[in-house]
């Protein structure tokens, strides 16, 4: 047996532009399985649009992304997320009219890679609703949540599919203080179980902590890279970074 | 004088008989609205056609009314594919660029109808009678019954696919929420292909029940259309029970009509309906998104 890491994702020479804009320019970076990676960056910084060619929800202008040693550049969402590969969204997109139990129960039953049983699909489903402290409302429809729970519902089903890796796109906005803490936790426990993470965060209460390594992307393109601890004292991340969110503490 | 409730009983009959199919009607249209947000205005063109081909198969080949449904469905079923692909190749605004080709396509099926059979109306005889139930008077058409019962089959038939099975449940998460659908893994361009199979039987099967039961003319499609979208915006996308609802609504409110006012008022009674749904319920058949 081979011990050494796998590399579970590998984005080369990734590009988009939109018209005349250049959104991501010349991204390239690695993942080896087991390691969580958070992108950071101001908003507007090419974040969502770079998980959006990752998962295939939108095609790049240039370069190409390879998943577990496939080449998946032109894969669409569904083939990637049955091959191994979940997101979630910003906002988060649950079945509106189903329960919290079938929505979960949905992803298990498509997602994965062989169709599991009603039964199996129900206790895997059940079992996450309990990771994601929903299960006391697992009858209740989705459309009835507030905000944080569809988030966490989505979450729940991401992870339903059985994912290999897991990309979580600003899954820390709005939550509490205390909210972020049972996420960090909740993250580094599926990592324990062999989950890649890709996350990103505009601020840092949730990245921080658990990521191994941080990327930091500023108008479409990468600025630094590191541990957490090197790239906060990074200056060039800090004009981007600081810039920003002093400006938007003088609009509050 | 005979038992002086009959025009009630006739009312009723009638009208659910007429319901049902209405929403037999509007169910292919929404069941390929709902899962591919293609908006069909060829819908009712589809279903006219369906409808003249059956006419020449009983007209022209002696095929017994009932021996025409089953070539109708796969020959509609068929011709929805390639409207499928076609519909494919569009880009976003999606509903609207839908709504734009599939009203050419309406035209283009009416003038070809026009060509192919003549302006003239037809009419497929079943070969059925009615039947009248001796000192109460009350007649009662097989046609009608034909048309409840088979509109309603077709319906429960498409209920029970949506709710108990696994494509079904998988139709639904793509009705419910496109996206979310693809991130639980389902291949929603594959639900699109089914949709428009699915919707093209319904089509295949509405056809000669027109034929048998309302005069078959190359216009008379968009009325079926008008039909399908006003049910449609009363119930909702993939709300079967709702659907049928809202068909039962609508063919008691057209039939009292005809029954008390006279049948020309009949296509009167469906457009101020649309006009007092849009009044109530002003987003149309637009998705509904939490949050």
């Known amino acids: 047996m081979d011990n050494r890491p796998q590399i579970c994702l590998k984005v080369s020479r990734l590009s988009k532009r939109y018209g005349g804009q250049q959104v991501l320019r010349d991204i390239s970076f690695s993942l080896q399985e087991g390691e969580i990676l958070g992108i950071i960056g101001p908003n507007g910084a090419g974040k969502t649009t770079l998980f959006n060619i990752i998962t295939g929800w939108v095609p790049p202008s240039g370069g190409e992304v390879v998943f577990l040693g496939e080449k998946t550049t032109d894969w669409t969402p569904d083939r990637l997320c049955r091959g191994g590969m979940a997101r979630t969204f910003q906002i988060p997109q649950v079945f509106p009219e189903m329960s919290v139990l ?36 697992e009858a209740t429809p989705a459309r009835e949540l507030s905000l944080m729970q569809q988030r966490l519902l989505e979450l729940a089903r991401a992870l339903a599919t059985r994912p290999k890796l897991l990309l979580l796109d600003e899954v820390a906005a709005g939550l509490s203080l205390k909210a972020v803490k049972c996420l960090s936790n909740l993250i580094l426990r599926l990592r324990t179980q062999g989950l890649t993470l890709l996350l990103t965060d505009h601020l840092l209460h949730l990245i921080m902590p658990v990521s191994d390594r941080l990327l930091a992307l500023d108008q479409g393109e990468i600025i ?9 004292q990074n200056p060039e991340v800090e004009s981007a970074y600081l810039g920003v969110r002093g400006a938007a503490g003088e609009e509050g | 004088m005979s038992f002086n409730a009959w025009p009630w009983f006739q009312i009723i009959a009638s009208g659910f008989s007429l319901g049902s199919f209405y929403a037999l009607v509007a169910l292919g249209f929404s069941l390929i609205f709902g899962i591919t947000r293609a908006f069909n205005l060829a819908h009712g063109e589809m279903i006219v056609l369906g409808g003249y081909l059956a006419f020449v198969l009983w007209k022209f080949y002696q095929v017994p009314f009932f021996l025409t449904l089953p070539p109708c469905l796969l020959a509609m079923a068929g011709l929805s594919l390639p409207l499928y692909l076609l519909l494919r190749r569009l880009k976003e605004p999606y509903a609207l660029n839908t709504l734009v080709v599939t009203f050419g396509l309406a035209l283009l099926l009416q003038n070809l109808m026009l060509v192919l059979f003549s ?48 494509l079904g449940k998988a139709l639904r998460a793509t009705i419910q929420d496109w996206e979310a659908a693809q991130m639980a ?54 709300r079967i029970r709702t659907l049928l609802l809202g068909g039962w609504l609508l063919g008691l409110m057209e039939s009292a009509a005809i029954f008390t006012v006279g049948s ?18 002003p987003e149309g058949i637009s998705f509904r998104k939490p949050g």
């Open chain 2, 119 to 166: 302006a003239d109306y037809r009419l497929l005889d079943s070969g059925l009678t009615s039947f009248t139930i001796p000192r109460i008077g009350i007649t009662f058409s097989w046609n009608q019954g034909v048309l409840l019962l088979l509109s309603l089959l077709a319906t429960a038939g498409v209920h029970l696919v949506l709710h108990h099975t696994f």
């Open chain 1, 102 to 137: 079938e929505n979960v129960m949905t992803g298990a039953w498509f997602g994965q890679q062989s169709r599991p049983s009603a039964a199996q699909a129900r206790d895997q489903s059940r079992e996450l609703l309990g990771l994601v402290e929903l299960a006391a409302k």
């Open chain 2, 185 to 238: 893994g389902i291949n929603v361009k594959l639900m699109s292909f089914i949709a428009f199979g699915m919707g093209g039987m319904l089509i295949g099967l509405a056809g000669p029940l027109y034929g048998q039961n309302m005069y078959l003319y190359p216009t008379a499609g968009t009325e079926a259309t008008l039909i399908a979208i006003i049910i449609t915006i009363f119930a909702g996308v993939g």
């Open chain 2, 264 to 281: 020309k008022w009949r296509e009167l009674v469906s457009a101020a309906v649309l006009v007092t749904l849009l009044y109530f319920r």
């Open chain 1, 224 to 232: 630094a890279e590191g541990s957490p601890q090197d790239l906060i």
